[in-house]
Antibody, heavy 121, light 109 residues
């Protein structure tokens, strides 16, 4: 069973850059035909897809966040990362990393536990 | 971008069948996936590709998709099924690929 674990700062000030890392437990999986996604959930609200990166380093991301988002993949470390620049209070959310199905970026088969990020001055 | 609409809440008595809908324009042309999320936990995939179940998900969970409405059905509902449920599609022709529904709170009375 693949396990994912998010890590990063729990609190940021407005205008700072959010950097999160997702560690994947099974080394052999990170290079497989999967899309590795970031998804967030503001407190009391629904899920929002941020973007994903596949084994060929091809990225897809949400148009509403595109100008501020970078998703990267580090195969040797079995990790992928999210950078979100110029954060505001509206970026306060639980951030999840997730793994798509084999050759199927369309759904999210495994999820991390999530990490709460609070943006506040 | 593509929009998925769910009822905010659905209530059902234990042992009955719960049906949660997900409306989207011509949604039958898309594969719909469903997630269960209990308080303080990450979402769990319970149905993918309209009606398939991942390993370990009980047969009580089933799905269908027709016209403009996809439906998640939970038969013989248990107290432990109380959770938020979200539908999701991958809009391959849209600029926003991953689209989630608005979410439905299932209450077991």
């Amino acid at each position: 069973q693949v396990q994912l674990q998010e890590s990063g700062p729990g609190r940021l000030r407005p205008s700072e850059t959010l950097s999160l890392t997702c560690s994947v437990s099974a080394d052999s999986v990170i290079g497989g035909n999967y899309c590795w996604s970031w998804i967030r959930q503001p407190p009391g609200k629904g899920l929002e897809w941020i973007g994903c990166i596949d084994y060929a380093y091809t990225t897809n991301d949400s148009p509403s966040l595109r100008s501020r988002v970078t998703i990267s993949l580090d195969k040797p470390r079995s990790q992928f990362s999210l950078k979100l620049t110029s954060v505001t209070a509206t970026d306060t959310a639980v951030y999840y990393c997730a793994k798509g199905g084999l050759g199927r970026p369309e759904y999210f088969e495994h999820w991390g536990r999530g990490t709460l990020v609070i943006v506040s001055s | 971008s593509y929009v998925l609409t769910q009822p905010p809440s659905v209530s059902v008595a234990p042992g009955q069948t719960a049906r949660i809908t997900c409306e989207g324009k011509n949604i039958e042309t898309k594969a719909v996936h469903w997630y269960q999320q209990k308080p303080g936990q990450a979402p769990l995939l319970v149905v993918f590709d309209d009606s398939d179940r991942p390993s370990g998900i009980p047969e009580r969970f089933s799905g269908s998709n027709s016209g403009n409405t996809a439906t998640l059905s939970i038969s013989r509902v248990e107290v432990g099924d109380e959770a938020d449920y979200s539908c999701q599609v991958w809009d391959v022709f849209g600029d926003l690929r991953g689209v989630f529904g608005t979410g439905t709170r299932l209450t077991v009375l």
